[in-house]
C-alpha cells in the first residue's frame, strides 16, 4: 500500500498553470528524487503536498486520507517539511530552534524525552556544538542544517524536502544526504525531495521523477529516466551518462538547440 498518493494534481498561480494532472505514488522506506529546470514545478508539488498551497484540482491522500481533511497539528505529526530557504525574524538558539519539531507532540511544555529527541537530532548532524548559538549568526550551510535537524524532531512519516543541499557545500550534501537516507531506510519512512544536482538525485534517490513545464515527464529507477535523451529534451543540454556502481554518472557537455520551448511528448517509464 502506498503511504502517499498524488492523484491529478492541478495547480496554477492566477492564469498561469504550473502543475497539470501530476501523479505519484510513494511507498514507505522510499526517497523520490524530483528533478527538472527551473519552473517545472518542483518545489510547487512539494508546497502542494505540504498544503502550503491548494490545488485547484486532484486528491493527495496519506495513509489513504486526503490531507485536506486532516487538522494542521495531526498533519504536522505525519509530515515534515523542509523548504529551500527560511527567514528567521526572531532571535532563537539552535537548541530553541530544533526543539520546535517537537511541537505537534507537545502538551503544555516540553518533556525529558523532547529534549532527548533534540539532542540526539543535533548529535546526528553533528551540530550539537552549535546549540547554543543563535541561530541569525550562523551561516547559510549551518541554518540548512539546522532546519533539516529540526524537521527530523517531528519524526514524521513522510518528510518534504526543497532543495535541502542548496546552502551546502560538497562535504556536507553528501553528509546531510546521506543521513537523510539512512533514516528513511531505519525508520522506514518515505522522502520526496525536490533538487537540482542530477547526481545527488541518482545516488540517492530509489526513483526518479523528472518534471517538465509543470508536467511529468519521466518516472522510473534512476538508469531509466537519467538517460541522455530525456536530459537533452527536458535541460536542453547535451550530456555523457556513465555508470557508476549502478548508478547513472552525469557529465554536462553542452547547450543544445531546442525546438520551441525544448518539450515533448510526456514519457512514462516504470522500469
Known amino acids: 500500500m502506498a503511504k502517499l498518493k498524488v492523484k491529478d494534481v492541478e495547480f496554477s498561480y492566477a492564469s498561469v498553470s504550473v502543475l497539470k494532472e501530476v501523479c505519484i505514488?510513494?511507498?514507505?522506506?522510499?526517497?523520490?528524487?524530483?528533478?527538472?529546470?527551473?519552473?517545472?514545478?518542483?518545489?510547487?508539488?512539494?508546497?502542494?503536498?505540504?498544503?502550503?498551497?491548494?490545488?485547484?484540482?486532484?486528491?493527495?491522500?496519506?495513509?489513504?486520507?486526503?490531507?485536506?481533511?486532516?487538522?494542521?497539528?495531526?498533519?504536522?505529526?505525519?509530515?515534515?517539511?523542509?523548504?529551500?530557504?527560511?527567514?528567521?525574524?526572531?532571535?532563537?538558539?539552535?537548541?530553541?530552534?530544533?526543539?520546535?519539531?517537537?511541537?505537534?507532540?507537545?502538551?503544555?511544555?516540553?518533556?525529558?524525552?523532547?529534549?532527548?529527541?533534540?539532542?540526539?537530532?543535533?548529535?546526528?548532524?553533528?551540530?550539537?556544538?552549535?546549540?547554543?548559538?543563535?541561530i541569525n549568526e550562523l551561516s547559510g550551510g549551518q541554518q540548512q542544517k539546522v532546519f533539516i535537524a529540526r524537521a527530523l524532531t517531528q519524526e514524521p512519516d513522510v518528510l518534504l524536502l526543497d532543495e535541502p543541499t542548496s546552502n551546502l557545500d560538497i562535504r556536507h550534501q553528501l553528509e546531510v544526504m546521506g543521513i537523510i537516507k539512512n533514516i528513511v531506510i531505519e525508520k522506514g519512512i518515505s522522502a520526496i525531495m525536490a533538487i537540482h544536482d542530477l547526481n545527488l538525485a541518482s545516488r540517492y534517490a530509489d526513483r526518479i521523477l523528472m518534471m517538465n513545464s509543470g508536467k511529468i515527464f519521466a518516472a522510473g529507477n534512476p538508469v531509466s529516466v537519467l538517460t541522455p535523451d530525456n536530459i537533452k529534451w527536458v535541460y536542453g543540454v547535451e550530456a555523457e551518462v556513465n555508470n557508476n556502481n549502478g548508478r547513472p554518472y552525469i557529465v554536462p557537455i553542452r547547450p543544445v538547440k531546442q525546438n520551441g520551448k525544448g518539450t515533448c511528448e510526456s514519457k512514462w517509464n516504470m522500469q
Open 25 to 134: 505514488e510513494l511507498a514507505e522506506s522510499e526517497m523520490l528524487g524530483v528533478v527538472g529546470p527551473n519552473g517545472a514545478g518542483k518545489s510547487t508539488l512539494i508546497r502542494c503536498i505540504d498544503r502550503i498551497l491548494k490545488p485547484q484540482r486532484g486528491l493527495i491522500l496519506l495513509d489513504e486520507r486526503d490531507i485536506k481533511d486532516m487538522r494542521l497539528m495531526e498533519l504536522a505529526k505525519k509530515m515534515g517539511y523542509i523548504p529551500q530557504s527560511t527567514s528567521q525574524v526572531f532571535p532563537a538558539t539552535v537548541f530553541d530552534t530544533v526543539l520546535m519539531g517537537r511541537r505537534p507532540h507537545l502538551d503544555w511544555r516540553s518533556s525529558e524525552k523532547d529534549t532527548e529527541k533534540t539532542l540526539e537530532t543535533l548529535q546526528m548532524l553533528n551540530i550539537e556544538e552549535l546549540a547554543m548559538r543563535d
